[in-house]
């Protein structure tokens, strides 16, 4: 029989994974398997070459174990494990595993009791609040189904921004390897967009061959291009499409037609490279973080586009944790990694007590932590400095945590919700409200508080609470992390036509996550915000000053 492809592979690895899960058991070994279905699916090499050459490890995530299922899916299309698993479970009931928040313990008594086996089926049990009666399940995960099918339906097949760059790094690497005749292997898509999830993993390389046809493994697409349309070939697979589609009424409003191959007039190609053909239609050179469709070639011909903030202009990184809470680390060794990255300050901001799901910090920890902040403090001297915060609770009816005589002391208070998330718009946006007015109050931290492909944000009047912010002088974060991505980054020309300063935080809990940061500068170089209307993209004397002029205008206020 013929040997199943990377992409067939791919698909029945992960449908191992999730069939793994739902036979319980080690939750370690499904996940393991589906990392691997993921990388499997992005592959730039022939599968078949790497099982030939021995060298399936070198793909991220798989093991010898993995690889020996890996080999016998692809010798016969099938495992003896996976078959015996199939007679099991139908395999509608494997898209409820779709869903956020639907573990496998749930899924079971869906399909069970309820005998629903599709997604369909579950969206209708619950609209027919046919869950909520059944015994172990509940009008709680009813109501949590109802709200999160859609996620499953528009999220399928789409992975976070750090998974997506693990993938194409790899895939970069094999490329160099298996494939040294192709040259500036460069990183196009969604990817290359900014875009929060990523549904195409795509690199475009100039190959030597004009004959040679792009390759598409299902999950990782190859354009090939030679020199002379590297740059036409780079700016299509970029996208978006609404953004080409931009340039091309644009073109053909100047007579010009635009085309895969370059930028056409009379007959022949008058620019082929990225550069080039913006300028060949009168425009300035679009990042592609902007290449939306929201205006931004209009802006162009204007004149208007932003100046963007970028990695470097950032000086110090606030909003982080460490074992004082729910972190990895220490304080010295996550301000020492902080120091190691070239920044200038690291805002320690462990939880409050409220948060005892996440070892929130008494009175008396508080104190510990800030004499461990002085003692580091005077041994890094001026050049690099931690600044005391503390992550605030903001508590069902919009106060903080602590009373103001606690916050006092503080450099800085970001205040988020972390509970509480089905209270009505109007009663969530009140509680923000008041958290804004609270003179403590120096951050709002991931404002709406969705995990995406995992659970929406909660009803707020976004509006309402960004004129707060700029009236009360509370900045805006943009939550870094890559589940979070918060404040999402269609709202941040209307933080910044509000007059808000914005604060792009990695809400690290290791220091691994302190890398988180330039995800956050991406989201906020899609959203169109400048280096001068970023909190942290001030030295630490402009931010220390900040600081002490916010803790006159509390003591003022109190």
Same mark, same amino acid.
Not at 110 to 123: V, W
Not at 337 to 342: L, P, V
Not at 524 to 534: F, H, I, N, Q, S
């Given at each position: 029989?013929p040997?199943?492809?990377?992409?067939t592979?791919?698909?029945?690895l992960?449908?191992?994974a999730?069939?793994t899960?739902l036979?319980g058991?080690?939750?370690?070994?499904?996940k393991?398997?589906s990392?691997a279905a993921? %990388?499997?699916a992005?592959l730039?090499?022939?599968?078949?070459?790497?099982i030939m050459?021995?060298r399936? #490890?070198?793909?991220?995530?798989v093991?010898?174990a993995?690889?020996d299922i890996?080999t016998?899916l692809?010798?016969t299309?099938?495992?003896p494990s996976l078959?015996?698993?199939?007679?099991?479970?139908p395999a509608?009931?494997l898209e409820?595993? *779709?869903v956020p928040g639907? &573990?496998p313990?749930?899924?079971?008594?869906?399909?069970k009791?309820?005998?629903?086996?599709s997604l369909?089926?579950?969206?209708?049990?619950?609209k027919?609040? &046919?869950?909520?009666t059944s015994k172990?399940l509940?009008?709680?995960l009813?109501t949590?189904?109802l709200?999160?099918?859609a996620?499953?339906?528009? !999220?399928e +097949?789409s992975?976070?921004?750090?998974?997506a760059?693990?993938?194409?790094? @790899?895939?970069?690497?094999s490329l160099?390897t298996a494939?040294?005749?192709?040259k500036?292997l460069?990183v196009? $898509?969604?990817f290359r967009?900014?875009?929060?999830?990523?549904?195409?993993?795509?690199?475009?390389?100039?190959?030597? =061959?004009?004959?040679d046809p *792009?390759?598409n %493994?299902?999950?990782?697409?190859?354009?090939?291009?030679?020199?002379?349309?590297f740059g036409?070939a780079l700016?299509f697979a970029?996208g978006s499409a609404?953004?080409?589609?931009?340039?091309?009424?644009l073109?053909e409003r100047?007579?010009? #037609?635009?085309?895969?191959?370059?930028?056409?007039?009379?007959?022949?190609?008058?620019a082929?490279k990225?550069e080039?053909?913006?300028?060949a239609?009168g425009?300035p050179f679009? =990042?592609p973080?902007?290449?939306?469709?929201?205006?931004?070639?209009?802006?162009?011909?204007?004149?208007?586009?932003?100046?963007?903030?970028?990695? *470097?202009?950032?000086?110090?990184?606030?909003?982080? @944790?460490?074992?004082a809470?729910? !972190?990895?680390? #220490?304080l010295e060794?996550m301000?020492?990694?902080t120091?190691?990255? $070239?920044?200038?300050?690291? $805002?320690?901001?462990d939880h %409050?007590? %409220?948060?005892h799901?996440?070892g929130g910090?008494?009175?008396?920890?508080?104190?510990?932590?800030? /004499?461990?902040?002085?003692r580091?403090?005077?041994r890094f001297g001026r050049?690099f400095r931690?600044l005391?915060?503390?992550e605030s609770d903001?508590l069902?009816?919009?106060?903080?945590?602590?009373?103001?005589?606690?916050?006092?002391?503080?450099d800085?208070?970001?205040?988020s919700?972390?509970?509480?998330f089905?209270?009505d /718009?109007k009663t969530?946006t009140?509680?923000?409200l008041?958290a804004?007015a609270?003179?403590?109050?120096t951050?709002i931290?991931?404002?709406?508080?969705r995990?995406?492909? &995992?659970?929406?944000?909660?009803?707020?009047?976004?509006?309402k609470v960004?004129?707060a912010?700029?009236?009360?002088?509370v900045v =805006?974060?943009?939550?870094?992390?890559?589940w979070?991505?918060?404040l *999402?980054?269609?709202?941040h020309?209307?933080?910044l036509d509000? +007059?808000?300063m914005?604060s792009?935080?990695?809400?690290? @809990?290791s220091?691994?996550?302190l890398d @988180?940061?330039?995800?956050? =500068?991406?989201m906020a /170089?899609?959203?169109g915000?400048p280096?001068?209307r970023?909190?942290?993209?001030r030295?630490?004397?402009e931010i220390? /000053?900040?600081?002490?002029q916010? &803790?006159?205008?509390?003591?003022?206020a109190?």
């Amino acid at each position: 029989m013929p040997k199943a492809d990377a992409r067939t592979v791919a698909k029945l690895l992960r449908e191992y994974a999730q069939r793994t899960a739902l036979r319980g058991g080690n939750p370690y070994r499904a996940k393991a398997y589906s990392r691997a279905a993921d %990388s499997l699916a992005a592959l730039a090499e022939p599968l078949d070459k790497l099982i030939m050459d021995e060298r399936l #490890t070198e793909i991220p995530g798989v093991g010898e174990a993995i690889a020996d299922i890996i080999t016998k899916l692809y010798q016969t299309g099938t495992h003896p494990s996976l078959e015996q698993l199939r007679k099991e479970i139908p395999a509608g009931v494997l898209e409820l595993l *779709d869903v956020p928040g639907l &573990r496998p313990e749930k899924v079971l008594p869906l399909y069970k009791d309820l005998g629903i086996t599709s997604l369909a089926e579950l969206e209708a049990a619950a609209k027919e609040d &046919r869950i909520k009666t059944s015994k172990g399940l509940g009008g709680a995960l009813q109501t949590k189904i109802l709200q999160n099918v859609a996620i499953a339906k528009s !999220g399928e +097949g789409s992975l976070h921004l750090h998974r997506a760059a693990a993938l194409l790094d @790899h895939a970069k690497d094999s490329l160099r390897t298996a494939r040294p005749e192709l040259k500036h292997l460069t990183v196009a $898509g969604d990817f290359r967009r900014g875009c929060e999830l990523v549904r195409d993993l795509a690199i475009v390389a100039e190959k030597p =061959v004009s004959d040679d046809p *792009d390759i598409n %493994s299902g999950g990782l697409q190859l354009h090939l291009a030679d020199r002379k349309h590297f740059g036409a070939a780079l700016l299509f697979a970029t996208g978006s499409a609404a953004h080409l589609e931009g340039l091309r009424e644009l073109a053909e409003r100047k007579g010009m #037609t635009l085309e895969p191959d370059g930028l056409h007039k009379g007959g022949s190609v008058i620019a082929a490279k990225e550069e080039d053909i913006y300028r060949a239609l009168g425009l300035p050179f679009i =990042v592609p973080e902007l290449r939306e469709g929201r205006g931004e070639i209009e802006r162009a011909l204007k004149g208007k586009l932003p100046k963007l903030v970028r990695d *470097d202009d950032l000086r110090g990184i606030l909003h982080c @944790h460490t074992d004082a809470s729910d !972190g990895t680390e #220490t304080l010295e060794t996550m301000a020492k990694a902080t120091r190691d990255r $070239g920044f200038d300050y690291f $805002g320690v901001a462990d939880h %409050s007590k %409220s948060a005892h799901y996440a070892g929130g910090l008494s009175v008396e920890q508080i104190e510990q932590q800030h /004499r461990e902040a002085d003692r580091l403090n005077k041994r890094f001297g001026r050049d690099f400095r931690i600044l005391k915060g503390i992550e605030s609770d903001i508590l069902a009816d919009g106060s903080l945590d602590y009373p103001g005589d606690m916050l006092a002391p503080f450099d800085f208070v970001v205040a988020s919700i972390h509970g509480r998330f089905k209270m009505d /718009r109007k009663t969530q946006t009140d509680r923000l409200l008041r958290a804004i007015a609270n003179p403590f109050t120096t951050i709002i931290g991931h404002m709406t508080g969705r995990q995406l492909q &995992r659970r929406p944000g909660y009803e707020i009047d976004i509006e309402k609470v960004l004129r707060a912010c700029a009236k009360h002088d509370v900045v =805006v974060e943009i939550n870094a992390h890559p589940w979070r991505l918060d404040l *999402d980054w269609r709202w941040h020309q209307a933080a910044l036509d509000c +007059g808000c300063m914005m604060s792009i935080n990695p809400d690290a @809990h290791s220091i691994r996550e302190l890398d @988180h940061m330039h995800w956050g =500068v991406e989201m906020a /170089r899609k959203g169109g915000v400048p280096p001068d209307r970023v909190l942290n993209a001030r030295s630490l004397q402009e931010i220390t /000053r900040y600081f002490r002029q916010k &803790r006159r205008s509390q003591s003022k206020a109190t």
